[in-house]
């Protein structure tokens, strides 16, 4: 038991993470989006600033918050004997779930720009998208899509 426990903690972590984050990137398209005409506008970056997206869990938190119960459970069961032992049992399960769901929190977190826009038109639009390109201010881009279905490309 004492063996399996690091591996199981080890697959709860890492599962953690399983949010699709790709999403988040200009340069990944949706199945919906494949084969549709997008909107092109052009505009210049005026301001820029870093900041993060919190991608939303495809197991709804479950995975962190249940895995983390479960390895605190198996923690806190080798501690004592007795009531002390249901109780340490207790209180690992309980600090386990709090620990898994913040790792799981922290694990599906993106880094992300957000950008502030003038379009050629005169108009502003902020965007906000994964930082997998080097976007700065006074660059020329590309404004792909419209409303909620926006991204931003180099020009």
């Given at each position: 038991?004492?063996?399996?426990?690091?591996?199981?903690?080890?697959?709860?972590l890492?599962?953690?993470?399983?949010?699709?984050?790709?999403?988040?990137?200009?340069?990944?398209?949706?199945?919906?989006?494949?084969?549709?005409?997008?909107?092109?506008a052009?505009?210049?970056?005026?301001?820029?600033?870093?900041?993060?997206?919190?991608?939303?869990?495809?197991?709804?938190?479950?995975?962190?918050?249940?895995?983390?119960?479960?390895?605190?459970?198996?923690?806190?069961?080798?501690?004592?004997?007795?009531?002390?032992?249901?109780?340490?049992?207790?209180?690992?399960?309980?600090?386990?779930?709090?620990?898994g769901s913040?790792?799981?929190?922290r694990?599906?977190?993106?880094?992300?720009?957000?950008?502030?826009?003038?379009?050629?038109?005169?108009?502003?639009?902020v965007?906000?998208?994964?930082?997998?390109h080097?976007?700065?201010?006074?660059?020329?881009?590309?404004?792909?899509?419209?409303?909620?279905?926006l991204s931003?490309?180099?020009?």
């Amino acid at each position: 038991m004492k063996r399996l426990l690091p591996v199981a903690a080890l697959s709860i972590l890492t599962l953690a993470g399983c949010a699709n984050t790709s999403t988040y990137s200009g340069d990944v398209y949706r199945g919906n989006q494949a084969q549709t005409g997008q909107s092109v506008a052009y505009g210049t970056i005026v301001a820029i600033r870093p900041v993060q997206i919190q991608a939303d869990s495809r197991a709804g938190g479950l995975l962190g918050t249940g895995g983390g119960a479960v390895i605190g459970g198996l923690l806190g069961s080798q501690v004592g004997g007795g009531t002390g032992r249901q109780l340490a049992t207790v209180a690992g399960a309980l600090g386990g779930s709090v620990a898994g769901s913040a790792a799981e929190e922290r694990a599906n977190r993106v880094s992300a720009l957000e950008m502030e826009i003038r379009r050629d038109d005169g108009s502003d639009v902020v965007v906000v998208q994964r930082a997998d390109h080097q976007y700065q201010a006074g660059q020329r881009v590309r404004l792909i899509g419209s409303g909620g279905n926006l991204s931003v490309a180099p020009y």
